[in-house]
């Protein structure tokens, strides 16, 4: 079956960085993203990986290996603003998206 | 977890026609249903937000004569996409959750392709 796979919830420290997993199991890879959702609101899209190697964007960077069916998103100096879940979604060889759970993330002052 | 399906994955139609999309929550109670539109590397524009037994909720810019919104169920909303254009070709995502401000599960979405 197709799986993604993603913590829970993480807590950080504001100014600090967090770096939130994401394990997929799916058929086919036609590439991955990560979205930030705050309560209430739609999703907003962050990145788009579909090669190895790693993304940045400001604050935020996404890294991505193929082989290891395993990406990253990294978040650097912290605010608060970013408290938000973190969606991993997967496109697979048929152009559907395959969803995590999502990340809530906490921080803290 | 908490299972989105949406039917069916994908569709060509002709322009003028009128294409309906299903959203179905299989494992949950969903009183609140949303429907995005998403452009290729792009945010999820949000289209409208249905409550079981209600009227959807539309945003400001989307059609509600155009985009037709059923959620007669507590686990089943549509979407009827009516008299397509090549511009309203787009993949449409449809989440669910259990009250209108909880946790949202997303479907695969739907791959619309008007010619």
């Known amino acids: 079956g197709q799986n993604i796979d993603q913590p829970t919830e993480m807590t950080a420290t504001e100014g600090a960085i967090v770096q939130i997993n994401c394990t997929y199991q799916t058929s086919g890879f036609n590439g991955l993203f990560w979205y930030q959702q705050h309560a209430g609101e739609a999703p907003t899209f962050l990145s788009y990986?579909?090669l190895d190697g790693l993304e940045e964007k400001g604050r935020f960077s996404s890294f991505l290996s193929r082989s290891k069916g395993y990406s990253y998103l990294l978040l650097k100096e912290l605010q608060m603003k970013d408290s938000a879940s973190y969606l991993c979604a997967v496109m697979d060889s048929n152009y559907q998206l395959i969803w995590g759970a999502g990340t809530k993330l906490i921080i803290k002052p | 977890g908490a299972v989105v399906s949406q039917h069916p994955s994908r569709v060509i139609c002709k322009s003028g026609t009128s294409v309906k999309i299903e959203c179905r929550s299989l494992d949950f109670q969903a009183t609140t249903m949303f429907w995005y539109r998403q452009f290729p590397k792009q945010s999820l524009m949000l289209m409208a937000t249905?409550?079981?037994?209600?009227?959807?909720?539309?945003e400001q810019g989307v059609e509600k004569d155009k985009f037709l919104i059923n959620h007669a169920s507590l686990t089943l909303s549509t979407l009827t996409v009516t008299s397509a254009h090549p511009e309203d070709s787009s993949f449409y995502i449809c989440?669910?959750?259990?009250?209108?401000?909880?946790?949202?599960?997303f479907g695969p979405g739907t791959r619309l392709t008007v010619t």
């Open positions: 249905s409550n079981e037994g209600s009227k959807a909720t539309y």
């Open positions: 989440s669910a959750s259990e009250t209108e401000f909880s946790e949202q599960y």
């Open positions: 990986n579909v």
